[in-house]
Each structure stands twice: as C-alpha cells, then as structure tokens.
C-alpha cells in the first residue's frame, strides 16, 4: 500500500509534440498529465482477495479517514489485519439493489415472504408480484431512502427519520411502520454481515419509529363467550376452542375429530392449520411449523361431543402448505355449509356480527383473537407457570407470553398473603390437633 502524488512525476515528460514541460510553479515539481485534475492524493491497495483498489483524496496529512489519504491508508492496512475491511466500492450499491438481493434469498412460508413484499414496498419499488396488476403507488412512495447508496444512509441517519416522517404521512399505524422499520433493520443487519457497510442507521440515536401504545389484554367473561357461543350457532364449538385449547384462527378451522383423544391421555393434537396462500386454501402445519398438544378438559370434552353427534365431520381435502402441495384429507369438526373449510377472509365479517350481536366494542383488540387470550388467561390465574402456557399457546419464546400476560398473573401481594393463611390454617390445625391429645390442665 502507498499513498501517491497523482499530480506530479518523479523525472520530466515530454508533452505530444516531444517538448520538455517545465515545473509547475506551485509545487516546484513535474507536472504529470493529470495536473490539476480531481483529487490530487491516491490510496492504492489491494484488498483480501488480492484485487487492486484506489481512492483519491484532496488532503493527504490528517485524522479523518474519510477526507485524508495518510488516514484512510492507515486504517485500510489496520482493517487487512485485522481481518474487518470493507470495500469502499461495495458500499456504493443502492439500497433498493441491495434489498432485492436480500429478499431473493430469502426462504419459508409463502404468507410470511408476501407480508415481507408488503412492508418492502414501502421502502423500495418491488413492482407487482407474478399475476397481479401494477397498480398506481401513492404520493410520497418510498423512494426517499430506496435510491440512495447504502454507504450514503449509514453515514446519514437523518435520511432515514426523514423516511419515517413521510411513512407517517400515508396514514399507516404506528405498529405497521414498526413492522417496516424493522424490515429495514434487518436489511441493514444482513449489509454489515456481508461488508457492505460498517454501521445499521436505524440503531442511530437520532432515528425514532413512533412510538406504538401498549393495550392491555383484556380477556372476555364468562357470560360473553356463553353469548359468543350463542350467536356461533351450530358453530358454537369454535368459541369453546378458543378459549378452551387457545387455538388460532386457522388451527380452529383445521382441527379434525381425529385430532381429540377423548379416552387415552385427553390431549388435543394440533396438527394443522388453514391458510390462504396466493388466493387459495391449504393445510399446513401450525404457526412456526410446530404441532403441539393441548390439554382438553372435560367441560370442553362434552362440548365437542354434543356438537360431533349433531354436525357430523366433514371430510376435505386440500393441498398441503402450497396450492401445488401434495393432496392432505382431515375430518374438519366445523365446515361451511358448502362442505368447504371455513377462513379468515371470509369468517371475520361473521364474527364482526358476533361482536355487533352480544355487545363487545367492535375493535382489534376482540378480534377471534381474544378467545386465545381468554385461555391465557384462565391458565395463569389457575397457577399454571408461564412455560407451560407457552408451550399450550405454542409460543416459541415463554419471555413473549410473560410480557404478554404478565398484569394477568395472580398480584405478589395475593399470593404472599394465600401463602400466609395457609401457614397459619395448618398451624392451627396442629393446635386443635394437640387439644384432642393432651387435656389442658385444670
């Protein structure tokens, strides 16, 4: 590595016509046939896998390894060493160029990559997806950051604040621009990993998403999941699932008689889901392709059979995980009326009408949803540990359902004070024991 003079020589040239071209005045030295021309100071380097690099610089003496030569050349011999260096030209590459590759990468559910295409859409264009017309992107549409190098935004935080600041101005939800922050982040994370950049702008100081307000879970009575169930109909099971085995949505409507075992262990197997992928239905394992079991109580148990000898299964058949899977058949406990498996798209009007017809506030917060909550809820407040009930809820993380649930769990003070009155209960029944044993003494 050195840094050279790229405006003079070491001997005299001869310009075209083979004339001696004298000194230049400044520097008292011989001009070279870029005199004057760009940056005067060149790093030249060869970087891990011995291609040659070379950056020009106006000063050469100075600390800042982004405006002085001697600096820069220091720190690209350190960064060899020590095995961190990054080429600057790599930097150079746009984010929505970056991004693309990143995304085609990028494995697993269908569902969970098209949710990823939605938020990526708001940082940069990715255009229609395969079969779907190019609709009309709205004023103000991603592109103030999708354009910009990636170097250029992880040395300018405030390009990013400013991208928050126009995603606010869509209308969207503090949560959903929460969601696309972090799609952004992860961007930036997988850049880092592959040398693209030295640092994630979204971990700057001065970049805040806005901030998204915490609800409370608050679980339904008895008396309005009674009422739910009611409204349901012949589909009254589904309530009873929910807040009796904290299903999904999708597990509820996938669940097969041969899922419940009534007589061996009295567990429900969850087994499968259903989902809509790319307009049309399939089974696929539960959230995070995991099967779990759930304990089914008796109260539940005779719910489930009162509806199996009323609606008997119903056998459907569907591709598994993908519309072009393998063919899967389950005996579904709850159907639509046209022998097909029931789904979100279209059941949720059905429980607006639920929500509308017992009087709870028409809001996310009592989406299906709050059945699982409710289950949740009854668990811990019955004492069952915070493991368990994530296992139960199929939670990958027993943390997630803690913070979750946590103002749900008995209060410590509640349980300092039953622990209490049952040391002092067994203390006292000791001394009445001792009373029948030994006649106090006249």
Known sequence: MAVYDRWHTNKPRTDAEGNPVSACREHKLFPSKDHGKGDRW????????????????????????KTCADAFDAKV???????????????????????????SGLTGDPNTLWNVDKR?????DVGPRPGQ????????????????????????????????????????????????????????????????????????????????????IVPWTLDQVEAAALALGDDALMVYLGVGAGLRQ???????????????NRVIHVRRQVRLVDKRLVFSLPKGDKERDVPL??????RASAHIAANPPVEVTLPWKTPDGPPHTARLLVARSSGRPHHGSVFNYTWHLVRRSIGVPETPENGMHVLRHTAA???????????????????????????TYAHLMPDAADRARLAMDQFFDQAGKIENARALIVPSQP
Request: hydrophobic share 40%; net charge positive; aromatic share 8%.
């Open 42 to 65: 060149q790093v030249r380097w060869r970087d891990e896998t011995g291609k040659q690099c070379k950056q020009n610089f106006a000063r050469k003496a100075g600390k800042d390894p």
């Open 77 to 103: 011999r350190t960064d060899l060493d020590a095995g961190t260096y990054m080429d600057p030209a790599r930097g150079k590459i746009l984010l929505e160029d970056f991004a693309r590759q990143w995304r």
């Open 120 to 124: 990526l859409a708001h940082i940069i």
């Open 133 to 216: 017309r190019k609709s009309r992107r709205p004023a103000g549409a991603p592109s103030i950051i999708g354009k910009q190098s990636m170097t250029v935004l992880a040395h300018r935080p405030s390009l990013v604040q400013q991208w928050i600041k126009s995603l606010e101005g869509k209308g969207l939800s503090p949560g959903y621009i929460k969601r696309i922050f972090d799609t952004l982040s992860t961007i930036f994370r997988a850049a880092m990993e592959d040398g693209i950049v030295d640092r994630n702008p979204t971990k700057a100081s001065s970049v805040k998403p806005p901030r998204v307000a915490k609800k409370k």
């Open 250 to 264: 999708g597990e509820i409507f996938g669940l097969a008689v041969d899922d419940l075992d009534f007589l061996g």
């Open 297 to 302: 109580p008796s109260s539940l148990a005779l």
């Open 377 to 403: 809820s009854a668990w811990l407040a019955a004492g069952v540990d915070v493991r368990t009930v994530a296992e139960y809820l199929g939670h990958a993380d027993p943390g997630f359902t803690l913070r």
